[in-house]
């Protein structure tokens, strides 16, 4: 997953931004879907640009783990445990 965001016009979809301007107003996130199934979600932007800038940067941040790799250690640490015997 790329880190860089496309970005999509949408001035002149008035559907849509019917949608997002709703979205805007009451601060709450939309589920889009599609024959029942969902495939999106819209999603308001707080006022903190700089904090939303920071949040960005780490989309994609991860793509390069190996997750089948990951779960196995996840697993195998559970297994081998890291607390003291005498702790709940």
Do not use: C
Not at 23 to 43: C, G, I, Q, S
Not at 51 to 70: E, M, R
């Amino acid at each position: 997953m790329s880190s860089i965001l496309t970005t999509i016009d949408i001035s002149n979809m008035p559907e849509l931004l019917n949608l997002v301007e709703e979205v805007e107003a009451t601060h709450k996130p939309r589920e889009l879907r599609r024959d029942n199934k969902p495939v999106a979600l819209l999603t308001p932007i707080y006022g903190n640009k700089e904090k939303w800038k920071k949040i960005k940067v780490t989309f994609g941040s991860w793509s390069d783990l190996d997750a089948d790799k990951l779960i196995d250690n996840i697993h195998r640490w559970r297994e081998e445990g890291s607390r003291p015997v005498n702790r709940p």
